[in-house]
Structure formats: structure tokens, C-alpha cells
């Protein structure tokens, strides 16, 4: 037994004594509230009772983070589902982000190589070629909310990196389904009573599982479709990389177990709302906005736009905590947790921490050029450990294509005078009035560049 162990003390840290229904209720209605109150009366670690008989415990320290990202694998269960009980009904129960261990590994392991080396490079190029054709729809001269059109372009992206040739019409099949599916569990106050109740009270929701056997039904189609012809050796879309994985492995997946990861990539919706922000944040700082948009024109660097993306992701991270489910004991902050606890690192609380990030609710990307560290247990929008969300770079990867290719062709301007305030989507946390802008085409300019490679 070590010092720390001898000194701590079985049960839970402090946190609010009211009936767990009502931590629920207030948790599915203003969880960034809630987060902000306890963190005030009882400090870096508390607990909180959302669902019956599993506390959860949430952390805020980067002493803490790294304990739990850095616990053995097979210590630490998968724990998202409590966080967000719509994720079981919408991923599937074979998803990479609820397995434990060993069948979390496998599937990561089959999932990095779609999201590293030279397929970035081609990903680049399809966000920026997707992202101009979608902006060049957008309408001019009047109001229109971001965030859809963000949702359009991300959904665009993911499709055809998933099925990279699809037929036309199934391929418009699926973005309408996909679209339908985004719809209803985009509607915030009842999604969030169904969440308070649990994810039975979704999957029993006769609106969910028609809009989810629509999508369902086009996805299997594709892939046994696909399985009848073979797949080609050039093909490279993370459908046929994952095929082939599974085959080399020598277990063939099942058609549920590929619904769930296709699905699983499928339902992006995290960086469409981090897209909605930037531009949110930006054109609330013009000053900002135009040292961004010169970097971009010249075509000289990505400092400034690297550092922006990471201070909108610290600033306004599209999800607010991780959870891990401790399988054994775990001491941690001078308690000692049972196995089943959930121990939840706080996003959303450690990117506010003053003595990290001072004036930490400033919009500021200068603090990452100033050196700020986007440090791995201070710096954690995509989460840490081996259950890092494996496909961040990625999604790094799309906000810059696309931020790109905005300030390239377009002129935004706010459409209201205030900021907007954070709002609880499905997922994610998005800009509240959906991130109202009004666009002005840009000629371009003698100073333009070409895009930078990925």
C-alpha cells in the first residue's frame, strides 16, 4: 500500500445532497451550470448522483487527468454511455467508443490507419474541394444560421471518406437519412428528458427508432452490396481499409458489429458545432478575424490558424467531460472509489482553469503562440489516453480546410449584435442561435495564395 493509500479513506468526495432525479433533470437541462457551481463550493474533485447506484466522480486537475488517462487499459471500462445515454441507441453496443478491453484495442487498431500518413493528405483535398462547393450555395446579403451549414459540409466529409464511391442515389439516400436521424435528436429539450430518464426511453421512442432503421436500412444495404462484389484493392475508404482489417484479423465482422462502426463515423457531429464556434468567436474579434484571414490569403504558415482552432476547442469544447468506469478500486484525491465508480475528467472545468489558461473565458489564440501548452493532460477536447478519440486529427484537419476555405471566399459579418451563448444539442454544446452570420462574396485579391497542402 502506498502513503497516498494509506492516507485515503473509503467513499465518495463531496457533492450536491440533492435526489438523484433532480441532479439528473438539472445535469440533462444545464449541465455546464452545474459543473460551474460544484466546482466553486467543493473544488477539484466532486461527485455527482445522475444515475441511480453509479456515482459519478469528476475531476479537474491535471494531476488527476493524468492518473485516469494513464491507469492500465484494462482497469478502466469504457464510460461514455453514462455521460450521454442517447450514444448506446445511436452508435450500437459494438462501437469502438463504448467496448472495453481487449475488443477497444482491436477495433482502434483497425480504425488509426484510416486517419494517419498519406490518406490525410487525400482527406485535405476532398474537405477542401467539399467546402467550397457547399459555400458556394450559401445565400448572400441576408441572415442564415452557420451551424446547419456546417452540419451539411461535415456530413458531406464523412460520407465520402466512409463510402469514398458510392452510387448517386444511395448516396443522396443516405445523406437524407442521416439528415433525418440529426433532426430528431437535435431538439434539445426533449432529447434532454429523454436522456434524464435513460437510454431506454429513447430507444423506446417511436420517432428514434424510425428515423434509426431508415439510416440502419440504407447502411447494411451498402455493405452487402459491397461484400457481394468485393472490394478492390485501390480502394482505400475506411469502409473497404476496415473490411480488410477484419479479414486479416481472420474474423470477418458481422453485419451489426459494421453497422456499429460505420455508424459510429457516420454521426460527426462534434466538428460541425466546433466549426459553428470559430466563426462565432472570430467575427466577435475582427482584429482576430483579419490577422486569420491574412495568414490564410498569403498562404505562409499555419501558426495563427493552428493556434485558433486549439483555443476554440479549449474555449468551447463540443463535449464537456470523458468517463472512464473503474473496473477495480481506484484511490484517487485522498478517496478511495469502488470498482463500478465513474471517474469523469472535466473538459470543460480544466479548460478554465485560471493558473493554466489565465483569463481563461477570454477568446485569446495568442496564448498558444505566447506558450501555452496544449499539454496532454491540460489540453483534452478529443479526451486522453489509448481511448483519445481516434479520429482528432481529423477533425483538426477539417475545422482548418474549411476555415480556409470561408475566409478565401467570403466575407461573414454577425447577424446580432450579442455573442451567443452555448446551447446542449444532441452531442455537442453549439452556439445558441445557431452562429447567425450574413456573407458577402470576396473577389479574390492579387495577395491570395493557393491552399496549403495538408
Known sequence: MTPAQAASKPGLPAGPRIPTPLQAAIWALRPLELMDRCERRYGEIFTLRIRRRRPWVLVTSPEHVKRVFTRPAELM????????????????????????????????????????????????????????????????????????????ISMEVVVRAVFEE????????????????????????????????????????????????????????????RRARGIEPAEEDIYSMLERRHAEDGRPASEQKMRDELVTMLSDG?????LAWVFERLLRHPEKLARLRDEVLRGDGEEYLDACVKEILRLCPAVPLV???????????????????????????????????????????????????????????????????????????????????VLRELELRPATADAEPAARSSVSFAPGGGARVIATRRAPGPADREPLAA
Open 166 to 225: 458510392i452510387d448517386r442515389e444511395r448516396g443522396e439516400l443516405l445523406r437524407e437519412r442521416i439528415a433525418e436521424l440529426t433532426d430528431w435528436i437535435n431538439r434539445p429539450r426533449r432529447l434532454a428528458l429523454l436522456a434524464a430518464v435513460g437510454s431506454r426511453s429513447i430507444t423506446a421512442n417511436r420517432g428514434f427508432r424510425e428515423a434509426m432503421g431508415r439510416l440502419e436500412s440504407v447502411v447494411l444495404d451498402e455493405v452487402r452490396l
Open 77 to 152: 471500462g469504457a464510460g461514455a454511455g453514462e455521460a450521454n445515454p442517447l450514444l448506446e441507441p445511436l452508435l450500437g453496443p459494438r462501437s469502438v467508443m463504448l467496448l472495453d478491453e481487449p475488443q477497444h484495442m482491436g477495433d482502434r487498431r483497425r480504425l488509426l490507419p484510416s486517419f494517419h500518413g498519406r490518406r490525410m493528405k487525400d482527406y485535405g483535398a476532398i474537405i477542401s474541394q467539399i467546402a467550397s462547393e457547399q459555400v458556394a450555395t450559401w445565400p448572400t446579403g441576408e441572415p442564415f444560421e452557420l451551424w446547419p451549414r456546417m452540419q451539411a
Open 323 to 405: 468517463m472512464r468506469r473503474l473496473i477495480e478500486p481506484m484511490e484517487l484525491g485522498g478517496h478511495e472509489l469502488a470498482a463500478g465508480t465513474i471517474v469523469a475528467p472535466s473538459i470543460y472545468l480544466m479548460h478554465r482553469r485560471a493558473d493554466i489558461y489565465p483569463d481563461p473565458l477570454q477568446f485569446r489564440p495568442e496564448r498558444f503562440l505566447e506558450g501555452a501548452d496544449a499539454g496532454a493532460y491540460t489540453w483534452i477536447p478529443f479526451g486522453g489516453g489509448v481511448r483519445r478519440c481516434v479520429a482528432a486529427n481529423f477533425a483538426q484537419l477539417e475545422i482548418k480546410r474549411v476555415i480556409e476555405v
Open 270 to 274: 462534434p466538428t460541425a458545432t466546433s
